[in-house]
């Protein structure tokens, strides 16, 4: 189709100038930012600094009114015209949400089997069968007839990441996915997201689980009122952090 | 007049067989209206959070014109007033069900709206982000959910459209309360008539929260 899927070195997302405002406020200020094939980027930064902001843009869940996104080959252009490739991008780029977001009127195996057969137009018993090795794979196997609301928070977490995977997506998306949770079920989504990396997953990932984020990010991003102000390895950025409102802000989480 | 008045068991059960040939007809109207006001809900309560304001506008001017002016008045309008606009008369119970369809309409929009808006907006962003196009979230996610919230609040509209269809006894629809009217015409038990009237009443609104409480049981699994 274009080049950039051809070329194994080209980056998957690419954003260039963009500029997002909500009313006269700011939000994203010249985002400049690739994303290489297999790197799992963390953006960290305080609350209302624009980094969840940053994430949905890639995915056009929110619209931005200067520059250009080109996820994998198809570019997104400002105030939400992307008409097909938006469509193709969504299709292409999974995405966990803060909240999980998972459907409580279906089970947990029609969560993971919607996507796949009403999208791709599997059949039913071929996306079944990816719906299986996924829950499996996320240890859910066994609650797959339940519905959400029977679930714990980590467990629909790991269903809402299964649900996302059912679509073999080239990148992943994660808004905050375990600030929703119970400290006690942290782990057992961070676990899952851990694995998902050494496999290779190209991820995007807003969190403020520092720990997790030095052990799996190739790259921290730091975002302040709506710009990439410092951004490097996890030792540069956490270790040795150049900017000064870097050093506030993580002084202020790195305390406790 | 008889002043120790005795409440006549047996005239009352005697009008029972006349009464009942008017269930038919409420049933017909209440139903039948019920179904296209549903319809009708359906199509107007989505114009009337369409993007667009050219949608937006229509449906609210009709939900306005139509949830702010009595049943009666609908009813008597179409009945005796379209006639002379169209040149032929229209069939009473053709104009109850237009009535009643035309009222619960404009209701249920309003409680479709409420409904699709009451989803959260967490599902219809899940839904786009695995690459569903924006029908197919709402068919298969904001839909089903928004339904199931609505199953209340349409029993409601259900009822009192049931109820609604008794004003058309004025038009002649041999309904509930006009079976009651001529049977007492002749027998001259009101009380007793108006007793059993209301009774059937009664049991078709029992039946029908019965039905909607089984379906709402239902429906709250997985929620």
């Given at each position: 189709?274009?080049?950039?899927?051809?070329?194994?070195?080209?980056?998957?997302?690419?954003?260039?100038?963009?500029?997002?405002?909500?009313?006269?406020?700011?939000?994203?200020?010249?985002?400049?930012?690739?994303?290489?094939?297999?790197?799992?980027?963390?953006?960290?930064?305080?609350?209302?600094?624009?980094?969840?902001?940053?994430?949905?843009?890639?995915?056009?869940?929110?619209?931005?009114?200067?520059?250009?996104?080109?996820?994998?080959?198809?570019?997104?252009?400002?105030?939400?015209?992307?008409?097909?490739?938006?469509?193709?991008?969504?299709?292409?780029?999974?995405?966990?949400?803060?909240?999980?977001?998972?459907?409580?009127?279906?089970?947990?195996?029609?969560?993971?089997?919607?996507?796949?057969?009403?999208?791709?137009?599997?059949?039913?018993?071929?996306?079944?069968?990816?719906?299986?090795?996924?829950?499996?794979?996320?240890?859910?196997?066994?609650?797959?007839?339940?519905?959400?609301?029977?679930?714990?928070?980590?467990?629909?977490?790991?269903?809402?990441?299964?649900?996302?995977?059912?679509?073999?997506?080239?990148?992943?998306?994660?808004?905050?996915?375990?600030?929703?949770?119970?400290?006690?079920?942290?782990?057992?989504?961070?676990?899952?997201?851990?694995?998902?990396?050494?496999?290779?997953?190209?991820?995007?990932?807003?969190?403020?689980?520092?720990?997790?984020?030095?052990?799996?990010?190739?790259?921290?991003?730091?975002?302040?009122?709506?710009?990439?102000?410092?951004?490097?390895?996890?030792?540069?950025?956490?270790?040795?952090?150049?900017?000064?409102?870097?050093?506030?802000?993580?002084?202020?989480?790195?305390?406790? | 007049?008889?002043?120790?008045?005795?409440?006549?068991?047996?005239?009352?059960?005697?009008?029972?067989?006349?009464?009942?040939?008017?269930?038919?007809?409420?049933?017909?109207?209440?139903?039948?209206?019920?179904?296209?006001?549903?319809?009708?809900?359906?199509?107007?309560?989505?114009?009337?959070?369409?993007?667009?304001?050219?949608?937006?506008?229509?449906?609210?001017?009709?939900?306005?014109?139509f949830r702010g002016t009595p049943v009666l008045v609908q009813v008597l309008f179409i009945f005796y007033g379209l006639p002379q606009l169209i040149g032929g008369p229209i069939n009473a119970v053709v104009a109850g069900i237009a009535a009643i369809a035309l009222n619960a309409g404009a209701y249920i929009s309003e409680i479709v709206r409420g409904g699709v808006q009451s989803i959260e907006k967490g599902q219809r962003e899940a839904g786009l982000s695995l690459g569903l196009s924006r029908t197919d979230t709402f068919r298969y996610i904001i839909w089903p959910q928004a339904l199931r919230r609505m199953i209340?609040?349409?029993?409601?509209?259900?009822?009192?459209?049931?109820?609604?269809?008794?004003?058309?006894?004025?038009?002649?629809?041999?309904?509930?309360?006009?079976?009651?009217?001529?049977?007492?015409?002749?027998?001259?038990?009101?009380?007793?008539?108006?007793?059993?009237?209301?009774?059937?009443?009664?049991?078709?609104?029992?039946?029908?929260?019965?039905?909607?409480?089984?379906?709402?049981?239902?429906?709250?699994?997985?929620?």
């Open positions: 189709m274009n080049d950039s899927q051809q070329d194994s070195t080209a980056p998957i997302v690419t954003m260039e100038k963009v500029n997002k405002y909500f009313g006269s406020l700011h939000v994203m200020q010249d985002i400049d930012l690739e994303i290489a094939a297999g790197e799992v980027v963390v953006i960290v930064g305080a609350s209302g600094s624009g980094k969840s902001t940053l994430i949905r843009c890639v995915n056009g869940l929110e619209e931005f009114q200067s520059g250009r996104i080109i996820v994998d080959g198809n570019e997104l252009t400002p105030h939400g015209k992307g008409g097909k490739s938006l469509q193709t991008i969504r299709t292409e780029v999974g995405m966990v949400f803060q909240q999980f977001n998972l459907f409580p009127h279906l089970s947990v195996h029609a969560n993971v089997t919607l996507a796949p057969e009403k999208v791709r137009g599997l059949n039913n018993a071929k996306a079944r069968e990816i719906a299986d090795r996924l829950l499996e794979r996320v240890g859910i196997s066994n609650q797959a007839d339940k519905y959400p609301s029977q679930l714990s928070g980590g467990q629909q977490q790991r269903v809402a990441l299964a649900r996302a995977l059912a679509m073999e997506p080239r990148l992943m998306l994660f808004d905050e996915p375990t600030s929703a949770l119970d400290p006690e079920m942290i782990g057992e989504v961070l676990d899952a997201m851990r694995e998902l990396a050494n496999e290779g997953m190209t991820m995007m990932i807003v969190t403020h689980e520092m720990g997790f984020a030095r052990e799996v990010a190739d790259r921290v991003i730091f975002v302040h009122d709506g710009r990439i102000v410092e951004e490097g390895t996890p030792q540069e950025v956490f270790d040795h952090p150049q900017h000064e409102r870097t050093q506030a802000f993580l002084s202020r989480v790195l305390k406790h | 007049m008889d002043v120790n008045f005795q409440f006549d068991w047996q005239a009352a059960i005697a009008s029972l067989p006349h009464l009942l040939t008017g269930i038919p007809w409420t049933l017909l109207i209440s139903f039948g209206g019920l179904a296209i006001g549903f319809l009708i809900g359906i199509i107007f309560g989505l114009l009337r959070i369409s993007p667009l304001r050219l949608l937006r506008w229509p449906a609210t001017v009709y939900i306005e014109i209340p609040a349409l029993g409601n509209q259900g009822i009192v459209s049931i109820k609604d269809t008794s004003l058309f006894s004025v038009i002649g629809v041999g309904e509930l309360v006009r079976q009651g009217q001529v049977y007492i015409a002749t027998t001259f038990t009101a009380l007793e008539v108006y007793l059993m009237v209301a009774l059937l009443y009664l049991a078709i609104t029992l039946s029908l929260s019965f039905a909607l409480r089984l379906l709402e049981r239902k429906g709250l699994v997985g929620q």
